[in-house]
């Protein structure tokens, strides 16, 4: 019998966290794995291989057709990697759990560190985030569009086609991909919900919601709902390179983020603390508004 109908992408990383997803519930409520069905959904960005998301859409290339199926009542959850999940979400549908965040940080391969790329080297890599980084500390790196999955990003490492790459190191992890170098967070913040995996179901689904809420980690909630946060407040989309990371000390909250042309000639930085992250976020995104360069401004707000 199956008990729960569970969306997600079909890349070896998607159904990876999707098993994660489906062995947390199975062990939070004493179902069996095989009662919880994994209903693999093709999207357009797993489709379109070949351009910059934020050319032919953005974060909705990934959610849209989830979305759908949610909606439809073909699925009851559905996994993401909440890092491309669109800031803005249809009132329909909920972020109903995350599980315990992983490795933040970004992992440089081709080189042991940034420092350490030869000059003029080329770097692949499809986010405008890592761009604007890789260039604020070496403007004479060559940036080059690099999409696809962990495996065909490696390969294309291996081919020649690029001189390093920069991956999510959670997602290495997950794989089992002993690959790179970790690159500091003092050198590079991560995206915002870098890490963290989530899942959605319907706004009104009482019985999905509460199953889900069980096996939800609250600080991972309380810190990516504040990097989303910013992120609203920005009205940052696709091609505004912003880095964020929120942490906890008891209660308190704390998030630095970082704003960047995207050339990487100008950027502006700074930090936040509270007990409510949706106020520090929104408060943060504001001050580094009010202290960004023109180059950098004008990339946010829409």
């Given at each position: 019998m199956i008990r729960f109908r569970l969306g997600t992408r079909g890349s070896p990383l998607a159904l990876t966290q999707a098993a994660m997803v489906r062995a947390a519930l199975a062990a939070a409520h004493g179902w069996a794995e095989d009662e919880i069905e994994t209903v693999v959904i093709r999207t357009t960005?797993?489709?379109?291989?070949?351009?910059?998301?934020?050319?032919?859409?953005?974060?909705?290339?990934?959610?849209?057709?989830?979305?759908?199926?949610?909606?439809?009542?073909?699925?009851?959850?559905?996994?993401?990697?909440?890092?491309?999940?669109?800031?803005?979400?249809?009132?329909?549908?909920?972020?109903?759990?995350?599980?315990?965040?992983?490795?933040?940080?970004?992992?440089?391969?081709?080189?042991?560190?940034?420092?350490?790329?030869?000059?003029g080297a080329t770097v692949g890599t499809s986010s405008p985030r890592r761009r604007a980084q890789l260039l604020r500390h070496r403007p004479d790196l060559a940036i080059v569009m690099l999409r696809g999955n962990v495996d065909t990003r490696l390969a294309k490492l291996a081919s020649g086609e690029v001189d390093a790459t920069l991956l999510a190191a959670a997602g290495l992890d997950r794989l089992g991909r002993d690959a790179g170098h970790a690159v500091p967070t003092e050198a590079m913040l991560p995206a915002p919900a870098q890490g963290a995996i989530g899942i959605e179901a319907r706004a009104d689904d009482v019985q999905v919601l509460a199953a889900l809420a069980a096996?939800?980690?609250?600080?991972?909630?309380?810190?990516?709902?504040?990097?989303?946060?910013?992120?609203?407040?920005?009205?940052?989309?696709?091609?505004?390179?912003?880095?964020?990371?929120?942490?906890?000390?008891?209660?308190?909250?704390?998030?630095?983020?970082?704003?960047?042309?995207?050339?990487?000639?100008?950027?502006?930085?700074?930090?936040?603390?509270?007990?409510?992250?949706?106020?520090?976020?929104?408060?943060?995104?504001?001050?580094?508004?009010?202290?960004?360069?023109?180059?950098?401004?004008?990339?946010f707000g829409g």
């Open positions: 960005g797993d489709r379109v291989q070949d351009r910059p998301l934020a050319e032919i859409g953005g974060k909705a290339l990934w959610t849209k057709e989830l979305d759908r199926a949610l909606l439809a009542n073909e699925i009851d959850a559905c996994v993401h990697s909440m890092k491309d999940v669109e800031t803005v979400r249809p009132a329909e549908i909920a972020i109903a759990a995350m599980l315990p965040r992983a490795d933040v940080r970004d992992r440089l391969i081709g080189a042991t560190s940034i420092e350490t790329l030869p000059h096996i939800d980690d609250a600080p991972t909630s309380r810190c990516v709902l504040a990097e989303r946060a910013l992120l609203a407040a920005l009205k940052a989309d696709c091609h505004s390179p912003v880095a964020a990371l929120a942490g906890l000390a008891g209660e308190m909250l704390t998030l630095r983020a970082e704003l960047i042309s995207e050339d990487g000639s100008a950027h502006v930085e700074g930090s936040g603390e509270g007990i409510d992250g949706t106020c520090v976020g929104q408060e943060l995104a504001a001050d580094l508004l009010t202290h960004a360069p023109e180059s950098v401004r004008r990339l």
